[in-house]
């Protein structure tokens, strides 16, 4: 006996959905959403776009600062009040900073030289890994970023509060009042602080040469200066240079650009600390190919 074709329920159409038409209306639409390689082109194209328009931001207000500032009144009060409360205030973390890193450093190549039966070298070795990169380069990711996210709570506070729109009203300039400064301040403390930094690692690798590997510490101060070369220096101020003009700006243009609200101030110093330090490794690193070619 033949059995019967079709659904069981009694459908001619066989359409499990019991649509007679066989139309398939009961079944779930397609998704309109943009599929995920589009979502991720679109992220990264905002991204990018964003990132464009932050480094436009910057060079504007650099050279705004650069072309206004020098102008008179010079405002050499307010430099020297900002290089006393970015520069001197400082000292104390940029003192201990820079003696561990010192002790750090002289302890890892003291272990490796003393393998070969070389601790003797330990003054050459440490010299030129400590002036022209540990030093500039961890002071200014630590110090030049508390710099900078100063300088963005202070003048994002002024923003939210529209005291920097009071300061536009009076008549005043505020970039030549509030960002020139505060640039000029940062661009001279940073060279300073590193400079001392050298000193300050240099004694703390001297303690350790003569404390941990017998080395004596006149011999290691010796072999230290011998090393270096007056390029070698200048490497480390110019790059302390750069890295102090870029914590200046980036919080000052950071501070500018604070929107209104409860948490923008916050949201805006975060944002600064990212940026300094994306920056300062991205100056790092054209600075050493420019000090140091190959060929």
């Not at 000292?91 to 561990?100: A, C, G, Q």
């Not at 070969?116 to 970023?145: D, H, I």
């Amino acid at each position: 006996m033949t059995q019967p074709t079709g659904d069981p329920t009694g459908d001619p159409t066989g359409d499990p959905t019991g649509d007679p038409t066989g139309s398939g209306a009961g079944a779930e639409p397609k998704s309109d959403e943009p599929s995920a390689l589009r979502e991720w082109v679109i992220n990264v194209g905002t991204t990018i776009n964003a990132g464009i328009k932050w480094c436009g931001g910057l060079a504007v207000m650099f050279g705004q600062a650069a072309i206004r500032g020098p102008r008179r009144p010079f405002g050499l009060f307010d430099i020297s009040y900002q290089i006393v409360q970015l520069g001197i205030r400082s000292i104390p973390v940029t003192t201990m900073m820079s003696l561990f890193v010192g002790m750090i450093l002289a302890w890892q190549f003291g272990e490796a030289l003393a393998d070969f039966g070389a601790k003797n070298s330990l003054g050459y070795v440490t010299s030129l890994a400590l002036v022209r990169e540990l030093v500039p380069t961890l002071l200014a990711v630590t110090v030049g970023t508390k710099m900078a996210t100063g300088m963005t709570a202070e003048l994002g506070s002024m923003k939210v509060t529209e005291q920097i729109d009071a300061i536009s009203a009076l008549g005043a300039d505020p970039i030549k009042k509030l960002v020139w400064p505060r640039l000029v301040a940062a661009s001279i403390a940073m060279p300073l602080l590193v400079a001392w930094g050298n000193v300050v690692a240099m004694l703390g690798g001297m303690l350790i040469s003569d404390t941990v590997f017998d080395v004596p510490a006149g011999y290691f101060y010796h072999t230290y200066i011998d090393e270096l070369e007056p390029l070698h220096y200048i490497m480390s101020e110019t790059k302390a240079l750069v890295f102090g003009g870029l914590a200046g700006i980036v919080g000052c243009y950071q501070g500018f650009t604070t929107k209104f609200g409860t948490e923008a101030v916050g949201l805006a110093t975060t944002e600064t600390v990212i940026a300094v330090s994306v920056m300062v490794l991205l100056a790092d690193f054209a600075l050493t190919t420019f000090f140091m070619p190959i060929g």
